[in-house]
């Protein structure tokens, strides 16, 4: 009688767990620590492989040490890029480096993307969107250009590709561009803001790139917000400094620019935090010195406007930004069970890429003055 | 001594070898393969090695040697196994090898892409043929369903053509190929951007393929658009280009077309002919290469190999003499001494190569003879 009972228990018990899977409340838990492994948890114990792999300050130290690029291609064999230069023919150039180390992030993530599951995979599309913003207008501005499309295209970062990338030459004016091109894509829901019957010049395009990116920001926000869990806790900083980093950006570079400062107010994202205080004083800024006086509010901030600037020994405020970034993305790692994991990793080493390149080109050019220049990671 | 439960009985030893022997006497103990080195440089860089050009231009030989054995194995060619293990090659042996390699590499190369170019006419050609084939039954379907005057859908085609025929230059068409995995994309964008002002029919060639780049089959479908006015005819093709379809210049008139189509097919065969005599070249060459391409291979691994050894040792001041550290089993010392001798003889160099036991504190690697 007995075996019976805990056979109608076990039972019951499954069926409570199966209901539970299937009941949208669970899409929460199944991200935090109980379920998460049962769908994700080969995907993070493969970028927790990679980051392991990640070039550390000696590998750095090495590398600055090069006289050529060929010493650079013989250490980086000793590292996790292993031979990927090995059947490169001909003399190697900084093109190729950059090319092959693109690609190898590109093999890694394509890689994660095909076995993931809704929620991750949704997180992971929504990684691609902000390359398809990228290539979007580098296409617009390279037919502005009278640029082939032949010739923009391989310049594409090769995340952001979708099927109708090729066909956004024929776009005169925005609504073109939504109505023809964008609205089968998953684009068209950031789209919204910016149709209009303007044609597109250089100074359209930049305000349709960061309308775009500002609602392709709030989106990402909300949908890590739903997520919910550990996903929220890690995530969410991140995007917000994202967006924190774009409107100073914004305000900096439109000092001197014909852009008005309502059409200014616009491009920022709402989701940082600096919203709304802080957005509604950089709106009204005028000159450097208001825009650090906002970024005093904010302890992070202040240390990061506090020595920068472009005189030698000190870093650009550029500079600042990415090492802040890298320093959320590395705490990333610190926490189990969420998705943070995966953008932080496509994050350090899109910057690893950066120093590499950077590193070659000072090597290429021979002039090593400014060498150390990289933000060093781990 | 030693057995299959307990490691041989391992000592340290330095080895003084002189410059000139140093390869040779190397490449002896390599064969015999009872010594494992120590590295006596662990601060040195990869790069900051003494032979670390030695190494580069093995590293470039056997990535020549990699590319041949690719095109090999695309050519479906067996590579014979040698009979016996090549000796290792004297280091005078890497310039001729080298030069060897360039050369074949580059033969290879140039037949490639001569057959590649010819792929891709042949390729043009063929689409160039369905393209012809298909607009001569279009138009004949459309003649038919406008003699009849039946069909609906086909109405409009024939509805076109007598507008194509009429206003001659206002309605024009285009006619293209490509790949199928975007006809479906390519046609809603084609809609949405002409705002429904072109009709498009398209059909799948049923051959099949060859991509001339990567040699893969590949599918596509032929697509002819009919437009009217310069600007749409514009956009048409700017959204083409953005497709990557190609558009062949296809002729009005049914008389140009059957010129155009027996034009075609005999091109088609010259170029089945020049590219049979192709490949049989590329297949002889690859050929000759198999039969030596293990070998090489060989010899090259076994000259990177000497020179990664060398790279461990350490190089006296007076650039003389190369001092290595290496643990040897105590009963083989005999078989490594005679090595030795063997190698400097060999090389016929003046000083002899000096092995000595050092006690050490280190702890011996595990060495099992089987």
Known sequence: KSISELARLTASAIQVLCSLERSPEVVNMASSDMLFNVDNGYLEGLVRGFRGGILAQTDYLNLTQCETLEDLKLHLQSTDYGNFLQNEAGPLTVAVVDDKLREKLVTEFTYFRNHSLPPLSQFFDFITYGYMIDNIILLITGTLHNRSISELLPKCHPLGQFEELGSLGIAQTAKDLYNAVLVDTPLALFFQECVSEQDLDELHIEIIRNTLYKAYLEAFFEFCQSIGGSTADMMLPILQFEADRRAFNITINSFGTELGKDDRAKLFPRCGRLYPDGLSRLAKADDYEQVRQVAECYAEYAQLFDGAGTGPGEKTLEDRFFEYEVKLNMNAFMNQFHFGVFYAYVKLKEQECRNIVWISECIAQQNRSKIDNYVPIF | MGSLFRSEEMNLAQLYLQSD??????????????????????????????????????????????????????????????????????????????????????????????????????????????????????????????????????????????????????????????????????????????????????????????????????????????????????????????????????????????????????????????????????????????????????????????????????????????????????????????????????????????????????????????
Not at chain 2, 35 to 61: G, H, I, K, S, T
Not at chain 2, 85 to 111: C, N, Y
Not at chain 2, 143 to 154: D, K, L
């Open chain 2, 21 to 370: 022997s140093a390869y040779h006497c190397l490449g002896e103990l390599g064969e015999l393969g009872l010594v494992q080195f120590r590295d006596l440089n662990p601060d040195v860089n990869a790069f900051n090695r003494r032979y670390v050009n030695e190494v580069r231009r093995c590293d470039e030989m056997e990535r020549r040697l990699r590319y041949l054995n690719k095109e090999i194995a695309k050519a479906d060619l067996k590579v014979l196994e040698d009979a016996e293990e090549p000796d290792v090659p004297l280091p005078s042996d890497m310039l001729e090898l080298e030069g060897q390699f360039e050369k074949l590499e580059a033969e290879i190369r140039e037949i490639n892409s001569n057959q590649e170019r010819l792929n891709r006419n042949c390729l043009e050609l063929t689409e160039l043929k369905h393209i012809i084939r298909q607009t001569v039954n279009f138009f004949a379907e459309a003649e038919q369903a406008f003699t009849a005057g039946v069909h609906f859908s086909m109405g409009e085609e024939a509805a076109l053509l007598e507008d194509a025929r009429n206003h001659g230059s206002q309605l024009g068409f285009m006619a293209g190929v490509i790949s199928r995995e975007r006809i479906q994309a390519f046609e809603r964008v084609m809609w949405r951007a002409c705002r429904g002002n072109v009709f498009m029919r398209h059909e799948p060639i049923d051959v099949e393929l060859t991509d001339p780049v990567s040699g893969e089959p590949i599918d596509k479908n032929v697509f002819i658009i009919f437009h009217q006015g310069d600007q749409l005819r514009s956009r048409v093709r700017k959204i083409c280009d953005g497709f990557r379809a190609t558009i062949y210049p296809c002729p009005e008139t049914a008389a140009e077309r059957r010129e155009i189509l027996m034009g075609v097919s005999t091109r088609i065969e010259d170029l089945s002919t020049i590219l049979s005599q192709t490949s049989d070249h590329r297949y002889r060459v690859l050929h000759a290469i198999g039969q030596n391409i293990r070998g090489w291979s060989t010899k090259v691994a076994k000259m990177k190999a000497i020179y990664h050894t060398l790279n461990l040792f350490d190089v006296d001041v007076a650039q003389q003499c190369l001092v290595g550290e290496c643990w040897c089993p105590l009963a083989d010392l005999d078989s490594i001494q005679y090595a030795l001798q063997t190698g400097h003889e060999r090389s016929g160099s003046s000083v002899q190569p000096i092995l000595h036991l050092m006690k050490t504190p280190l702890n011996p690697p595990t060495y099992n003879k089987v």
